[in-house]
């Protein structure tokens, strides 16, 4: 019995140090080629998952139903709406965009604008209604 919470207590060590190593996000780069878009997961629990997205060209005008978002753009430079309003976006500029809100993003810088995508609650990629679709609860197919 010993040897089991010897075990519990090394993973559990394990777990924390894991969640403790830093991540350098202005170094980290896409792990894989992408045409337009590329998502990266970094994090998740049942509460929050946080994302590095790469965009070449353009995100379309969307919303999410059950989720805040929360962006901290790295590189690049873009275009965005966010609700009724139009802004212009660049590194170090940081949104917070509650649930519901329309949001797009049109890149306009020759890199792919990198931001730091923070999603509440935990992100499950069902939540994401572009315009002109019909918005339909979780769960419902």
Do not use: Q
């Given at each position: 019995m010993k040897r089991f919470y010897l075990l519990l207590a090394c993973m559990t060590i394990a777990a924390a140090v894991k969640a403790q190593t830093p991540l350098n996000l202005l170094e980290l780069q896409p792990d894989t080629a992408f045409d337009n878009i590329h998502v990266q997961p970094l994090a998740s629990d049942s509460l929050v998952s946080s994302f590095v997205?790469?965009?070449?060209?353009?995100?379309?005008?969307?919303?999410?139903?059950?989720?805040?978002?929360?962006?901290?753009?790295?590189?690049?430079?873009g275009s965005m709406v966010v609700g009724d309003q139009s802004v212009e976006v660049g590194?170090?500029?940081?949104?917070?965009?509650?649930?519901?809100?329309?949001?797009?993003?049109?890149?306009?810088?020759?890199?792919p604008l990198k931001a730091l995508s923070i999603q509440a609650p935990k992100f499950q990629g069902k939540d994401r209604v572009f315009a002109g679709q019909v918005h339909k609860p979780l769960g419902q197919k």
């Open positions: 997205v790469w965009v070449k060209k353009e995100v379309r005008l969307h919303h999410h139903a059950f989720h805040t978002e929360s962006l901290l753009i790295l590189e690049g430079t590194p170090g500029d940081f949104l917070a965009i509650p649930k519901s809100t329309p949001h797009d993003l049109t890149v306009n810088s020759d890199t």
